[in-house]
Every structure is written in structure tokens, then in C-alpha cells.
């Protein structure tokens, strides 16, 4: 029986990738580096943090102001240009009075409260798990694992809603169903997600009963 619903933020609730790209370009560019595109989904690509890509990089920079100045940055565009996926209001609303919810993000807790708060959505998720809470953030399994514990829960009673390949590695390495909504902001390969539960292109065809019937199969 479905439980718990387990929602990824960036790229999935909200369109804030366009957003981060820009506040990272933002931030490079402080350093007079040109943050490209194609870097962007290099780095995606990689998986890696800030830290991992900038010594991959060879960069002479100072990685924790440059995450500073970029989070400054971020949080104006939060506060000023984000916008919520389309469909996410009425179907976190149709979850929350069947099941506990959750967002299992990798970006910063700040920024988490931040975009729910700037839609009015906190209060309808008993626990936010940001990347800076555990160990290993995605593609590792530790924020779903973190996020179960929370809501004293398991795979089998739950379910992941995600929009990128990371969140889905992560998912399932935590042995949950996981649904896709991607992104397209950074394109995917065309089989990167054969093995998810459903793929959809947006939240807004979506409901409570359909996600329990999902998760049923």
C-alpha cells in the first residue's frame, strides 16, 4: 500500500534549472570565467559537486566564495523569477490528504524552504531532506534513505517522483518505483530512463489514485 510520496524540487516542482545555470554563470563570470553551456551539462553529466568540477577544471578560485556568490545570486532569482512546474499545485494538494509527503533534494535546505515557501508549499510536506543533510547526495541513495527514516517508512510503501538521471539513479538505488517527469532543460539520453515505473511529460496529467495505481503494478 502507497504511504509516502517522495518529490525531487529542482527541475521537477519547480523550473529553477535555467535559473541555476544562470546564477552559476553569474558567479564564474565574478572570476572572469565563461561558464557555457556545454559546460553546464558536462558537469551534469559528471555528477559532480562544485568542488569536484573545479578541480577538474584546474580553476584558481576560491570555492566556497564562489558558492557564496552564487547562492546570493540564486536566491534574487528564487524571490523574483521562479516559477512552479505546471501541474505541481493540484497534485501536491490531491497528495497530501491521501498520503505523507516529502522533497528529497540535493541542492541546500535554504534554498528548498525558499522555493516552497515562495508558492506556499511547505506546509503540505512533513520532511525536506536537502544535500547538505547527508553524506552522499544523489545520485547516492543516502537523501531517499535519509527521507524514509524520516517518515518511518519503506521502498515497498513508497514512491519517487523524479526529473533527472542523478534523481533516478538514486531512486531506485534506494529500491523505490520511480516516476519521471524530465527536464529539458539538460537533454538526456533517449533510453535513460527504460527502466522507470512511468514517463511522463508533465505533473499535470497526474493524481493521488494515479500514483497509487502506479505503484500497485
Known amino acids: 500500500m ?28 565574478q572570476y ?6 556545454e559546460d553546464w551539462i558536462e558537469w551534469h553529466r559528471a555528477e559532480a559537486s562544485t568542488a569536484r568540477w573545479v578541480e577538474k577544471k584546474q580553476l584558481r578560485l ?10 546570493t545570486y540564486y536566491e534574487d532569482l528564487i524571490a523574483t523569477e521562479l ?3 505546471a501541474g505541481v499545485k493540484a497534485l501536491v494538494e490531491d497528495c497530501a490528504q491521501h498520503y505523507e509527503l516529502a522533497v528529497v533534494s540535493a541542492s541546500r535546505r535554504e534554498s528548498v524552504e525558499a522555493c516552497l515557501d515562495r508558492f506556499g508549499l511547505q506546509r503540505y510536506f512533513t520532511r525536506l531532506v536537502s544535500g547538505s543533510e ?12 535519509a527521507a524514509m527514516d524520516a517518515l518511518q517508512t519503506i521502498p ?3 514512491i519517487a517522483l523524479e526529473d533527472s538521471l542523478t534523481g533516478f539513479r538514486a531512486a531506485t538505488a534506494a529500491q523505490l518505483k520511480c516516476i519521471i517527469c524530465p527536464d ?3 537533454p538526456k539520453p533517449a533510453d535513460a530512463f527504460d527502466d522507470a515505473a512511468l514517463v511522463i511529460d508533465s505533473l ?7 500514483l497509487r495505481d502506479v505503484h500497485a503494478r
Open 184 to 186: 529539458h532543460f539538460i
Open 62 to 71: 576560491e570555492v566556497e566564495q564562489l558558492r557564496n556568490t552564487k547562492k
Open 156 to 158: 515497498a510503501r513508497a
Open 134 to 145: 547527508v553524506k552522499r547526495s544523489k545520485p547516492f541513495p543516502d537523501p531517499y534513505l
Open 83 to 85: 516559477e512552479l512546474k
Open 2 to 29: 502507497l504511504e509516502c510520496v517522495l518529490f525531487d524540487l529542482d527541475g521537477l516542482l519547480v523550473d529553477s534549472e535555467p535559473l541555476q545555470f544562470r546564477a552559476y554563470q553569474y558567479a564564474f563570470d
Open 32 to 37: 572572469g570565467i565563461r561558464l557555457s553551456m
Open 204 to 210: 499535470s496529467g497526474l493524481s493521488a489514485h494515479g
